[in-house]
């Protein structure tokens, strides 16, 4: 276990005064935490909810906790109110890396230049989440798509920090009572699962095209083409659409949208 993420997790976890949510711990456990350098360094946090703090924590440590965080959001029979309503508010924003990463990612898939597989395209990301990128791009043929590319070296990162939060679930298990009736255990090794199935974005694009099928009598919704020549493991491609975000509700109200048909 890399002695520096196991440090740099526990600033955070001090800085952030998240000690709140440990049960009575014994005398000589107490001792400890108040002789370290980080338990006070939280002061300037005390005004913030224990679920705000909770939140700017996750974001802090980086794309897998911000993902764990997003899980348990979506836990409301394991996590009090307060805690998922602030914990839903994670945002997936995460600094978006190179175009020259983009395109050796896209060159090793495709084992050609990326001229070959493109006419060309953004260098710019459009979208840049903990798992992957999105670049916008042209198909040789015209057609407008949205290349969508695994981050480099995620797995990695994954599997350390996943190891890590395996290991403070089993600790948690065997020190606290709230500890084994959340089956924290259970919690990370099925996060382990979902966040692993989100790198292969072959799975994903046969999903997103089950589900083109499924809607592609009706008008109601219009899911975009996979197209499938494209697509490998660490890269998908899918048809470019235009529209609004159903969270700008001030552009769909000045669009004429009928909230009620739309909900």
Not at 51 to 59: K, Q
Not at 80 to 92: A, C, H, N, T, W
Not at 100 to 113: L, M
Not at 128 to 142: D, E, F, P, R, T
Request: neutral net charge; contains cysteine; glycine residues 4%.
């Amino acid at each position: 276990m890399p002695l520096l993420r196991v440090h740099k997790i526990a600033s955070v976890f001090f800085h952030y005064r998240l000690d709140e949510f440990l049960p009575p711990l014994p005398l000589w456990v107490k001792a400890i935490f108040l002789l370290l350098p980080w338990r006070y360094c939280g002061r300037c946090n005390a005004d913030l909810s224990r679920g705000e703090r909770l939140r700017l924590a996750l974001e802090q440590l980086g794309p897998v906790f911000v993902k764990f965080g997003q899980l348990l959001s979506t836990r409301p029979d394991l996590v009090p109110d307060d805690i998922v309503k602030e914990l839903s508010r994670l945002q997936d924003n995460v600094p978006p890396f190179s175009a020259e990463t983009f395109v050796s990612i896209v060159e090793k898939a495709f084992a050609q230049p990326v001229g070959e597989v493109f006419a060309g395209f953004d260098r710019q990301a459009l979208a840049s989440a903990s798992v992957a990128q999105v670049h916008c791009a042209k198909l040789h043929n015209g057609r407008e798509v949205v290349v969508k590319v695994i981050r480099p070296d995620i797995r990695q990162t994954i599997e350390h920090d996943v190891s890590l939060m395996l290991f403070l679930a089993k600790l948690a298990e065997k020190l606290f009572i709230d500890g084994r009736r959340l089956r924290a255990v259970d919690v990370v090794k099925d996060y382990r699962l979902t966040i692993l199935d989100e790198l292969d974005l072959q799975r994903e694009a046969a999903n997103a095209s089950q589900l083109r099928r499924n809607f592609i009598e009706t008008d109601k919704l219009y899911v975009p083409e996979v197209f499938w020549d494209y697509c490998k493991p660490s890269v998908m491609v899918m048809e470019r659409i235009y529209g609004i975000p159903v969270t700008d509700v001030d552009a769909l109200r000045e669009a004429g949208i009928n909230f009620r048909v739309l909900a």
